[in-house]
């Protein structure tokens, strides 16, 4: 059975930076999507970056230049680096699996598994 536990969430003031964690257990990253989203009240679903089965990262537009996937993620863990924080990066930061690795589902919002998320919050 799949497991995802999130952590690493906190509150940091504009331009710092976190990292957030997630623990998997049970699944195939040979073959499965990992990514992260996040949500924050009243607004809609974010994609922020997905890992596919052949190893390829995709970051939503606002992440592409502040966040990261470190290269050394631990095969059992993916880390989010998130760097040049601002306000409008709070939310809830979730981390979510597809089946289909290609992650093309995953990006229209259909996951398979889902964790319970950690709070990101930017203070300006």
């Known amino acids: 059975q799949v497991q995802l536990v999130e952590s690493g969430g906190g509150s940091v003031q504009a331009g710092g930076s976190l990292t957030l964690s997630c623990a998997a257990s049970?699944?195939?990253?040979?073959?499965?999507?990992m990514g992260w989203f996040r949500q924050a009240p009243g607004k809609k679903r974010e994609g922020v970056v997905t890992v596919d089965s052949d190893g390829r990262t995709r970051f939503g537009d606002f992440a592409k230049d502040r966040f990261t996937i470190p290269k050394d993620n631990a095969k059992d863990t993916l880390y989010l680096e998130m760097n040049s924080l601002k306000p409008e990066d709070t939310a809830m930061y979730y981390c979510?699996?597809?089946?289909?690795?290609?992650?093309?589902?995953?990006?229209?919002?259909?996951?398979?598994?889902r964790g319970r998320g950690t709070q990101v919050t930017v203070s300006s």
């Open positions: 979510a699996v597809q089946e289909d690795g290609s992650c093309s589902p995953w990006w229209l919002g259909y996951y398979n598994f």
């Open positions: 049970g699944v195939t990253y040979s073959s499965y999507c």
